[in-house]
């Protein structure tokens, strides 16, 4: 059974950086694509960033040019370099993935930019 658990997450000032990491275990097939949405409270789950296998990625126009999303050397692992970050980015961020037509979720790390 495939899992991905995430880490990185904390508490940082506004215009800081966090990295995320979100690695995988279970599986030897590869997920993709693979990467981040996040879930602010009081709204609903929103997409942040993914990379396909290909190398192909997405961004959320609140992002573009802030976040980077970028793939280990180890299978099935991706990072979220988070720079200038913003007190409406805080959310609890959550590792997303795709294998065999079966989307998975992490357990979510959460992000906390204050003022």
């Known amino acids: 059974q495939a899992q991905l658990v995430e880490s990185g997450g904390g508490l940082v000032q506004t215009g800081g950086s966090l990295r995320l990491t979100c690695v995988s275990s279970?599986?030897?097939?590869?997920?993709?694509?693979m990467g981040w949405y996040r879930q602010a409270p009081g709204k609903e789950r929103e997409l942040v960033a993914t990379?396909?296998?290909?190398?192909?990625?997405q961004y959320a126009d609140f992002v573009k040019g802030r976040f980077t999303i970028s793939r280990g050397n180890a299978l099935n692992t991706r990072y979220l370099q988070m720079n200038d970050l913003q007190p409406e980015d805080t959310a609890v961020y959550y590792c997303?993935?795709?294998?065999?037509?079966?989307?998975?979720w992490g357990q979510g790390t959460q992000v906390t930019v204050s003022t």
């Open positions: 997303w993935g795709r294998v065999w037509g079966r989307d998975l």
């Open positions: 990379r396909e296998s290909t190398g192909v990625t």
């Open positions: 279970g599986s030897k097939a590869v997920i993709s694509p």
